[in-house]
């Protein structure tokens, strides 16, 4: 092959696998289902308490649903049987236990084997260090997952969302949202929007609302609660007089979170009808949206009395993620960061691809 040609393919390839360190022609499209983590870990230390400690985190229940649901779907492998095969799983978590290191840390990469992909190496010098960061980060380790599949539902969206929906947000609140596209029915209201699937069962709904922006009192969870109940009531009535949505008080939580770099509150717990049998969970973000001196609500809640709800309300929660007030921009990325303690680590994908 004559010099030029040659360097000419090199490059061709080197552009092909570069990529952003993202998928390329050469990487494989990733298995597994959603919220599903293969562990790689020593198939005796899995039964040991350091890998009984990693189970526990990912076996926690899921929190603001009405029965138990774990967080995650658990497989496990041996690494002398870490193969091509398990390699190309979505969400891997690699335990890497060695006299090599000095402290217990966790890092993660993305896209190396399959895309999409991650996978989470928590390095250790022994087994009793590993189990100690293990249980004390368990918070952060579920969160870190959580937010990777969230990011997938997320793109997923970008590229396919109900814009029909999206055309009657804009209408009413000036604003955008990505809904998913199977929510067709909708409701109009004085400063309200509701979308659902309208579905006897696994019934998925979108709820948008706002209201004037007082002081920082606003953002306490009594005050949402008031706030929401009122307007449940008037916009989301029963089959008959004396019925509507309320939230159940007793089974609901706050906390500050950061979306687009500003704040939210995030409310999670569970809703009802009154003098009704009907109920599930619920999530919500208010926003302050500064133009127009008012908070903005966007709220995905679950009717599914005889299934699971956890993949249902992490679907509506991932959505809830891309609205976008009247003044932001419209990100070429939405990402919700994984937490503190976890750094990216870049691989060198044409390493990677060569094996």
């Not at 360097?7 to 599903?36: A, H, M, Q, W």
């Not at 193969?83 to 978590?93: A, D, H, L």
């Not at 993305?110 to 996978?119: D, F, G, L, T």
């Not at 509150?265 to 009802?272: A, N």
Request: aromatic share 10%; proline share 5%.
């Amino acid at each position: 092959m004559r010099p030029v040609k040659l360097i000419s393919l090199i490059c061709l390839v080197s552009l092909l696998v570069s990529c952003k360190g993202d998928k390329n022609i050469f990487t494989p499209t990733s298995s597994g289902r959603p919220y599903e983590v293969l562990v790689v870990i020593n198939s005796a230390m899995w039964e040991r308490p350091a890998g009984r400690a990693l189970f526990d985190v990912l076996d926690t229940d899921v929190p603001g649903l009405p029965q138990p649901e774990r967080s995650f779907r658990i497989s496990n492998t041996d690494p002398k049987h870490f193969n091509r095969t398990f390699k190309i799983f979505r969400t891997i978590i690699i335990a890497d236990i060695s006299t090599l290191y000095t402290q217990t840390k966790m890092k993660y990469a993305r896209n190396v084997y399959a895309a999409p992909q991650v996978i989470l190496t928590i390095q250790s010098p022994n087994e009793e260090d590993f189990e100690t960061y293990v249980r004390k980060n368990s918070q952060v380790i579920v969160d870190f997952l959580t937010r990777v599949e969230m990011n997938r539902e997320i793109n997923a969206l970008k590229e396919k969302h109900n814009n029909f929906i999206s055309e009657k947000v804009d209408s009413i609140f000036g604003c955008d949202i990505w809904i998913p596209y199977e929510l067709q029915s909708y409701k109009k209201g004085k400063n309200f929007f509701w979308a659902s699937t309208n579905r006897a069962n696994a019934d998925l709904n979108f709820v948008m609302y706002s209201y004037p922006y007082t002081d920082k009192n606003t953002f306490t969870l009594e005050y949402f609660i008031n706030k929401r109940d009122s307007v449940m009531k008037i916009n989301i009535p029963g089959e008959r007089e004396g019925m509507y949505m309320e939230t159940d008080s007793a089974h609901v939580f706050s906390n500050d979170i950061n979306v687009r770099g500003e704040y939210a509150m995030e409310v999670k717990g569970l809703w009802d009808v009154k003098n009704d049998m009907m109920g599930g969970p619920f999530v919500s973000h208010a926003r302050v949206d500064q133009a127009n001196g008012r908070v903005v609500v966007v709220e995905g809640f679950v009717y599914s009395p005889d299934k699971q709800k956890r993949n249902f309300m992490r679907k509506m929660e991932a959505a809830l993620y891309t609205l976008k007030l009247p003044t932001e921009e419209q990100l070429p990325e939405i990402v919700i960061l994984p937490g503190e303690g976890i750094q990216e680590e870049k691989m060198d994908t044409t390493a990677v691809v060569a094996q």
